[in-house]
């Protein structure tokens, strides 16, 4: 059986045990939609409620997947998910505004947790950096290579902790910058930046954008995860008489 997607809220919208229904993925991203795009949808029952429509949650189709979960769980996801909901549509909201709050809440993350998730992803970023720089030194340009890339997603990670955001999927990561700039960042410069290390892996770039990045962080009150990393910081850090220089 596949089931339509208009169809299928419609039915589950004449379900009373049904209080939410809420719209994710690339068809609550305007313009991100092509000919391939399914709807993926959250169905939310109330905690205490019995529906049939349990029985469907992990349905998955070409045109439909959905996830049917009480609004109990809705309010707590994976961290993975954070971000898929942040996005999404609200499509039915009969608790008075509580799913539509519980999904503007997804989009920034607490104080104190943003403080924490950065502490660690700054670290994180720092260390895939610092060993980038020094396999290239010693000539291992592949390993250099694959820690400049794994550096980038630390990175991502941080930038949007520091703005107390969730980081959006790498398919929407464009999609979010244009239209929703980190504070301080150019999106196009920040992209192209991205780009060239995922890339090349150079060392150069990678030193320079760790420039502005040490910048951000001290400013955010993090110096002393910086400070931790004592001369090494050194390595890191662009050398502007010696342009393009790869430390030795």
């Known amino acids: 059986m596949t089931l339509d997607f208009a169809a299928f809220v419609a039915d589950a919208t004449a379900d009373p045990a049904v209080v939410g229904l809420v719209l994710k993925g690339s068809r609550a991203h305007d313009g991100m939609t092509t000919r391939r795009s399914d709807h993926d949808l959250y169905v939310i029952l109330a905690n205490d409620a019995a529906s049939e429509l349990a029985a469907l949650d992990g349905y998955r189709s070409a045109r439909l997947d959905l996830v049917v979960t009480t609004l109990e769980r809705f309010r707590r996801p994976a961290a993975w998910e954070r971000y898929a909901i942040a996005r999404s549509q609200v499509l039915l909201d009969r608790r008075d505004g509580e799913v539509t709050r519980i999904v503007a809440a997804m989009g920034q993350l607490g104080a104190e947790e943003a403080f924490r998730s950065g502490a660690a992803l700054l670290d994180a970023y720092a260390n895939s950096l610092y060993r980038s720089v020094k396999n290239h030194r010693d000539g291992n340009r592949l390993a250099g290579h694959l820690d400049a890339a794994a550096s980038v997603g630390f990175l991502l990670d941080l930038l949007f902790a520091l703005d107390r955001r969730p980081r959006p999927y790498n398919k929407y990561l464009a999609w979010e910058l244009d239209r929703f700039p980190l504070p301080g960042w150019a999106s196009a410069a920040l992209l192209d930046t991205v780009a ?3 890339a090349t892996g150079e060392v150069a770039p990678q030193q320079r ?9 001290r400013a955010a009150g993090h110096a002393a995860v910086l ?5 090494d910081l050194l390595l890191m850090r662009p050398h502007p008489d010696r342009p393009g220089h790869q430390p030795s």
Do not use: Q
């Not at 954008?209 to 962080?217: C, G, I, M, N």
């Not at 400070?227 to 001369?231: E, I, L």
């Open 227 to 231: 400070d931790a990393w004592g001369d």
């Open 209 to 217: 954008l760790f420039a502005r990045v040490e910048e951000a962080a």
């Open 196 to 198: 060239r290390i995922t």
